[in-house]
């Protein structure tokens, strides 16, 4: 995952309703949820629905499937583990977030809590942002 990739990403989800379809499609798994239970869910016109499905298609970051006549969308999982890789990866200090692989494969972050008055690695000054 490179800056622009995430930008593009980033814009996708920065509608409400895109958020909120989104939010949807990853509490449904890889199975997905179709087009127009999406639409009836977030009580969103089926038209607007497909709408933003496709701007969030774009940015990659839902895929869909025909099954009949519907058309089932899902979240891109690994773009997601990519995303928050990326941006864990970015964060401030290791002493605030960290990511790691258990013996299964398995990525683990790690946060911390609060912030100590430790200045950050970052050119923000301390963890909270203030210099």
């Keep these: 995952m490179d800056t ?3 930008i593009i990403i980033f814009d996708a989800l920065s509608q409400e309703t895109r958020l909120r379809a989104f ?8 199975d997905g949820l179709p087009a127009g239970a999406l639409s009836e869910k977030l009580r969103v016109p089926h038209n607007t629905m ?3 499905l496709n701007h ?7 895929s869909s499937r025909r099954e009949g006549r519907s058309i089932i969308y899902s979240a891109n999982f690994p773009l ?3 995303l928050i890789r990326f941006m864990v ?3 401030c200090s290791v002493e605030f977030a960290s990511i790691r ?3 299964k494969g398995v990525s683990i972050i790690e946060l911390t809590s609060s912030c100590s008055d430790k200045p950050c690695e970052s ?3 301390k963890c909270d942002g203030t210099s």
Excluded at 23 to 30: P, Q, T
Excluded at 57 to 62: D, G, K, P, R, T
């Design 23 to 30: 939010r949807l499609l990853v509490s449904a798994g890889k």
């Design 56 to 62: 969030l298609s774009n940015a990659n970051i839902v």
């Design 123 to 125: 050119k923000k000054g």
């Design 50 to 52: 497909s709408f933003h």
């Design 101 to 103: 692989e258990d013996e």
């Design 4 to 6: 622009q990739e995430s």
């Design 80 to 82: 997601v583990r990519d």
């Design 89 to 91: 990866r970015d964060c």
